[in-house]
């Protein structure tokens, strides 16, 4: 009894004694459990403000870099209206899964491209109008945030003119998710936390009577300050410094959060460097782009600058690189660009680069794509012209190479310019654009080849860009443009049967300018299609005032250009034109060249034939200086062909020419069609052709081209009659 009586009592003290530490201890965790919510609340919410606005400034960054990068890259597709393009810059940008949505507009708000293959929303306005107010009416960023997605937009210039714009939508579902997970890892952690200490209550309320307070500040240590560490952390990644990581290893759930914020600053760091390469990289060849380039060029030039060094820039541009895209497809055409791509860096040895300044172990950082078919290259250490000609002969040699495309092999060749250092420019910009102008000389050169720049081809430029912009002013009102005739003679008989029309240029300062000088300039600009419609108003405007003058077999030949062919509806011009003068078909004929047919054959006939079907008579000029002649009388109905005048012209003294010109009138007796030949200039000539019984003569022999009104006075007779004869010539 007395012992059970003493256990009793010890029991109750023992209970009491549990019963006060427990009542201490819940009072005094209750107190610590408070304070200890209050602040992991406040610090929660910090956090995931901190990171949220991270997060959110980084995204924006982030989507700026894309925004600027696809303004600059888009300027050049926007302003050709090269869809294609544009695809090709969009796609890797949507690529990526933070970006959602990508559209290009016009100036005018209409949708130019959507980023997808096929363009549903194509011309369509855009339905925001608050991106177009803001981009196209104040020209300036626009920029919205909403629960799920981020919207920027920008304009996109080209010098000065505003051509459009482009907007951009960012997913905030991988932002989302990270604060939620963030929010519930922190939230589990608290009540973890929370339900270890009512265990430690329970199990040990003696022990925890005396370190209670210790434990409470040790729980609490162990807890805020990993999640202020965490916070400090996510400041850091706010500010862009990535590679900050902070050091916190436990094995809970607040090690996995701080192991979740250490991969997340590993991921954006990836994101960043990726969109960072996009933007300062060609997405196909994986070289540099021109951006990257410039930039490189001019560190270079900032290292030569108090020095006597000399270096060359080398601009290669694919020959006839359209016609892969056209006959093979364009993902064949990009497997081909990079597959020289290849050539070029493998090509190009360690000499030839010198010391590089800017990167180590990348032997192609000084060589870039910088269009569809266009590459840079920069040789630091070539001092003389021979040593990059030798360079560069290597270069087209390895381009030259067959590329198996299709199971087929293709050949493609490049034109290179080079432009030198000091002597043809100081800054990158011109050096750049002279090494494009040897690149130009190089491919009127016969392509295949190289040049290198001179002051002369400057001139040249000048000159020819002097000679477009006078030809645009004169195409304001075509005053300043006349049309001259040369005659052309029955060899049978010696009867004027008609006339060939050539443009004269009578340009008030600069006098009479060939057509040599303008009409390559107007054919490259399209200017040729204002001019070549006025030459055939003109002529049936000149057929008529001269109508009661003519023979019934009277006619005037004018020249078609390849754009009047391939651009122009050339049928609809003379049908209008003939109706406007009321001008008989048979008076008209049309002439095309080789080189115009080679173009796009299927189109030439078909225009040409719906120009013979309208009565003219479609004659094949400059025959026989062109790759197949025989080919294109087969695949052409044509009514006659032109000799070239450089067969003729030779035919006194070269057997050669005389068996060609006699052999171009015999087949075209047996095809029967006419024959005319240009720049008969001696009675030889006359003497030559009549006996190998050519049909028409023309050239200075009977008369050089005349302006209008002195071609009626000299071949037409008061009574209106042409002149039969040839006496007076």
Not at 704 to 728: H, I, M, W, Y
Request: glycine residues 6%; proline residues 2%; aromatic residues 8%.
């Amino acid at each position: 009894m007395d012992m059970k009586s003493k256990l009793r009592l010890q029991g109750r003290y023992i209970l009491v004694n549990i019963a006060m530490i427990m009542a201490i201890v819940i009072i005094l965790s209750s107190v610590q459990l408070y304070y200890f919510n209050q602040n992991s609340q406040k610090v929660l919410s910090q956090s995931t403000d901190n990171t949220t606005l991270s997060l959110l400034e980084q995204m924006h960054k982030r989507g700026l870099s894309v925004l600027d990068y696809l303004s600059e890259a888009l300027v050049n597709p926007l302003y050709q209206l090269d869809l294609d393009a544009t695809y090709r810059l969009l796609k890797p940008a949507l690529s990526n899964e933070e970006i959602l949505s990508a559209y290009v507009f016009d100036n005018k708000g209409n949708i130019f491209h959507d980023g997808n293959k096929v363009i549903v929303n194509f011309g369509h306005r855009v339905k925001n109008e608050a991106i177009l107010e803001a981009v196209l009416e104040q020209q300036k960023l626009y920029s919205f945030t909403s629960n799920d997605s981020l919207i920027i937009a920008g304009p996109i210039f080209i010098g000065d003119s505003q051509l459009g714009g482009i907007s951009l939508e960012l997913s905030l579902e991988n932002i989302n998710q990270d604060i939620a997970l963030m929010d519930k890892t922190i939230s589990a952690t608290n009540n973890e936390s929370l339900s270890q200490i009512t265990m430690s209550l329970v199990g040990s309320a003696i022990l925890l009577s005396v370190v209670g307070i210790a434990l409470s500040v040790m729980i609490s240590r162990s807890l805020i300050s990993p999640i202020l560490t965490l916070v400090k952390h996510a400041k850091s990644i706010g500010r862009g410094e990535y590679d900050a990581e902070n050091k916190i290893n436990r094995h809970d759930e607040i090690g996995e959060l701080a192991s979740a914020f250490n991969e997340m600053g590993h991921s954006l760091k990836i994101r960043t460097e990726e969109i960072s390469f996009l933007a300062y990289h060609d997405s196909l060849t994986l070289l540099p782009n021109r951006n990257l380039f410039v930039k490189q060029l001019k560190e270079l030039l900032a290292s030569y600058e108090h020095t006597q060094s000399h270096f060359a820039i080398l601009l290669i541009d694919l020959d006839n690189f359209k016609c892969v895209n056209d006959n093979y497809g364009h993902e064949a055409g990009d497997n081909l660009l990079c597959e020289v791509a290849c050539r070029i860096t493998s090509n190009l040895r360690h000499s030839d680069y010198g010391f590089n300044p800017f990167e180590e172990n990348h032997d192609n950082v000084l060589v870039a794509r910088i269009g569809g078919d266009e590459f840079l290259i920069c040789l630091p250490n070539l001092t003389s012209k021979y040593a990059v000609s030798k360079v560069t002969q290597r270069l087209i040699k390895a381009i030259r190479s067959p590329i198996a495309i299709d199971k087929e092999e293709v050949v493609i060749a490049g034109s290179i310019g080079i432009a030198h250092y000091p002597d043809d420019g100081v800054t990158a910009e011109e050096l750049i654009k002279n090494a494009d102008i040897a690149m130009y000389q190089a491919k009127g050169q016969g392509k295949n080849t190289f040049s290198h720049f001179t002051a002369e081809m400057n001139e040249k430029l000048r000159y020819r860009l002097e000679i477009e912009r006078e030809l645009r002013k004169g195409l304001s009102d075509l005053k300043q443009f006349e049309l001259w005739y040369q005659p052309q003679f029955d060899m049978n008989n010696n009867h004027l049967i008609g006339a060939e029309a050539l443009i004269r240029w009578r340009h008030p300062e600069k006098g009479l300018i060939s057509p040599d000088e303008f009409i390559a300039i107007a054919e490259e600009t399209g200017l040729i299609i204002p001019i070549g419609e006025w030459v055939v108003e003109s002529a049936c405007k000149q057929i008529r005032g001269w109508q009661s003058f003519l023979p019934h077999t009277f006619h005037i030949a004018v020249n078609l250009s390849a754009k009047q062919v391939y651009r122009q509806n050339a049928v609809s011009v003379f049908s209008k034109m003939l109706c406007k003068y009321q001008v008989p078909a048979s008076r008209l004929h049309a002439e095309v060249t080789e080189s115009l047919l080679m173009q796009d054959e299927s189109e030439a006939k078909k225009s040409l034939d719906s120009i013979r079907q309208l009565g003219l008579q479609v004659w094949l000029d400059d025959f026989g200086t062109g790759y197949s002649s025989l080919a294109y009388l087969r695949k052409f109905q044509v009514d006659g062909v032109k000799i070239d005048r450089s067969f003729v012209t030779d035919i006194e003294e070269d057997n050669y020419d005389r068996a060609l010109t006699s052999a171009v009138i015999t087949m075209a007796k047996n095809l029967n069609i006419s024959v005319v030949a240009e720049g008969v200039e001696t009675p030889f000539h006359v003497n030559f052709l009549k006996s190998r019984r050519c049909d028409i003569g023309q050239g200075y022999y009977y008369s050089k081209p005349l302006p209008a009104g002195e071609f009626e006075a000299r071949f037409f007779s008061k009574e209106g009659k042409a002149e039969k004869q040839l006496d007076a010539i």
